[in-house]
T-cell receptor, first 112, second 111 residues
Framework: DVKVTQSSRYLVKRTGEKVFLECVQD?????MFWYRQDPGLGLRLIYF???????EKGDIPEGYSVSREKKERFSLILESASTNQTSMYLC???????????FGPGTRLTVT | EDQVTQSPEALRLQEGESSSLNCSYT??????LFWYRQDPGKGPEFLFT???AGEEKEKERLKATLTKKESFLHITAPKPEDSATYLC????????????FGSGTKLNVKP
């Protein structure tokens, strides 16, 4: 079974803090993704990576950056957290460009 | 523009009462249509991939079907543990790396 893990289930941070969300997959997948999910807005793609050290912006990259130093690990960074970044953050991975994505359990981030 | 619309937004069923969820889509060059189940506070769990019109996939009480414009998730004799939000997503040829997600159908099965 594909397993995608995220470093925290719940996280509370203060405005202006730098926040790191970590994601690890154990299936040697090429592609990894970061989404946020908000009520009424659905899932929105923040960034994705199709190879180590490669990254592409998704629909809402502003205020975020990412890092992929190893194939299995994809990090999402909030450079200076703001209250409008309070959300559920979901990491996903896929084996190939075409095909299903497998999601992690999510991190519920609250910025106060 | 590629998009996905799911209906109904919410569905309440009695245990054993079969029904269907709808996913209508517009996409340039369908590469795949995906169904997910999401429990509250958790990440989506992959259920099915459908690639071409006429294709069907089954898993326990769930059956997914695909036409050129929509997909259905049929739930036969549902149980309370089938209660969840069901998400549909499509992947098109114009942007392989992007999934277009619907807003989901929240299913509640009463015992």
């Amino acid at each position: 079974d594909v397993k995608v893990t995220q470093s925290s289930r719940y996280l509370v941070k203060r405005t202006g803090e730098k926040v790191f969300l970590e994601c690890v997959q154990d299936m040697d997948h090429e592609n990894m993704f970061w989404y946020r999910q908000d009520p009424g807005l659905g899932l929105r793609l923040i960034y994705f990576s199709y190879d180590v050290k490669m990254k592409e912006k998704g629909d809402i990259p502003e205020g975020y950056s990412v890092s992929r130093e190893k194939k299995e690990r994809f990090s999402l960074i909030l450079e200076s957290a703001s209250t409008n970044q309070t959300s559920m953050y979901l990491c996903a991975s896929s084996r190939s460009v075409i095909g299903e994505q497998y999601f992690g359990p999510g991190t519920r981030l609250t910025v106060t | 523009e590629d998009q996905v619309t799911q209906s109904p937004e919410a569905l309440r069923l009695q245990e054993g009462e079969s029904s269907s969820l709808n996913c209508s889509y517009t996409v340039s060059g369908l590469r795949g249509l995906f169904w997910y189940r999401q429990d509250p506070g958790k990440g989506p769990e992959f259920l099915f991939t459908l690639y071409s019109a006429g294709e069907e996939k089954e898993k326990e009480r769930l059956k997914a079907t695909l036409t050129k414009k929509e997909s259905f998730l049929h739930i036969t004799a549902p149980k309370p543990e089938d209660s969840a939000t069901y998400l549909c997503a499509v992947q098109g040829s114009s942007n392989f790396n992007k999934f277009y997600f619907g807003s989901g159908t929240k299913l509640n099965v009463k015992p």
